[in-house]
């Protein structure tokens, strides 16, 4: 089966940064859509950014121009660069592909990474 192994995650004062990564591993054809998620203390998970196995990207209103969203097709990592920081980026960061694993029937499955944390306090 698929895995998704996140790291990066930690604590850093506010206006630092930090970089997220997360690999996919196991038995599939194609990553296609590949995003971030954070799920803040006390409040529902929310969309990061995405990125389109083109590098098409898109991300959520409070974190554009701070966050960069990237991914490596070759070594089926995204990654989330995360500058400026400050508490309310504080949650649980979780990584999330749509992968396709054969080519019959050929259909997209959403794969999530187990989360890491990122605090971001004086």
């Known amino acids: 089966q698929v895995q998704l192994v996140e790291s990066g995650g930690g604590s850093v004062q506010p206006g630092g940064s930090l970089r997220l990564s997360c690999a996919a591993s196991?038995?599939?054809?194609?990553?296609?859509?590949m995003g971030w998620y954070r799920q803040p203390p006390g409040n529902q998970r929310e969309l990061v950014a995405t990125?389109?196995?083109?590098?098409?990207?898109n991300y959520a209103d409070s974190v554009k121009g701070r966050f960069t969203i990237s991914r490596d097709n070759a070594k089926n990592t995204v990654y989330l660069q995360m500058n400026s920081l400050n508490p309310t980026d504080t949650a649980v960061y979780y990584c999330?592909?749509?992968?396709?694993?054969?080519?019959?029937?050929?259909?997209?499955?959403?794969?999530w990474g187990q989360g890491t944390q990122v605090t971001v306090s004086s």
């Open positions: 196991g038995s599939f054809l194609v990553i296609n859509v």
């Open positions: 999330e592909a749509a992968i396709v694993k054969s080519v019959n029937p050929g259909l997209s499955i959403d794969y």
């Open positions: 990125i389109t196995r083109g590098g098409r990207t």
